[in-house]
Every structure is written in C-alpha cells, then in structure tokens.
C-alpha cells in the first residue's frame, strides 16, 4: 500500500501539470530559489567577519548580595 506503480505518478504529474502549467511551476521554484538565496545571503551578511561584533553585556553584583543571607547567618 506503501508504494505506487510508475503509471500512478506519471498520471499524478500529468495532472499537476495540466493544472498548473508549465510555465507556471518553472515560476514557482524560481521564486523558491530566489528566496532561499536570499535566505542564505541574509545569513552570511549577519556572520559578516568585517562587521564589528557588538560587546557582551556586563554584568553587575548587587551590593545587597554581597551581604550574607539570614539562611548563611544561620548556619555560621
């Protein structure tokens, strides 16, 4: 059940093709292309090694957590 003979998909091309035309499937996944090109393009441009990296934030301690907890003063 799993598998379909050459003739079923011969005819489910021959309907798609009939549906939608040539023309307008070739249109289709040249727009396809184009947009993962793009897709691609806007990557790379992201992981530019040219591109100054932005610097990571910092971190700063709160005074009051320098301070010892009432569990730690509990404990000695």
Excluded: C, Y
Excluded at 9 to 15: E, F
Excluded at 49 to 72: H, L, W
């Amino acid at each position: 059940m799993g598998s379909f003979s050459l003739t079923h998909w011969l005819v489910v091309i021959l309907v798609i093709v009939l549906l939608f035309g040539r023309g307008r499937i070739s249109d289709l996944m040249g727009d396809f292309a184009k947009g993962i090109n793009s897709f691609k393009k806007g990557l790379n441009d992201d992981a530019a090694p040219g591109s100054p990296a932005a610097p990571p934030p910092q971190v700063t301690q709160n005074p009051q957590a320098a301070t010892k907890s009432p569990v730690e003063d509990a404990r000695g």
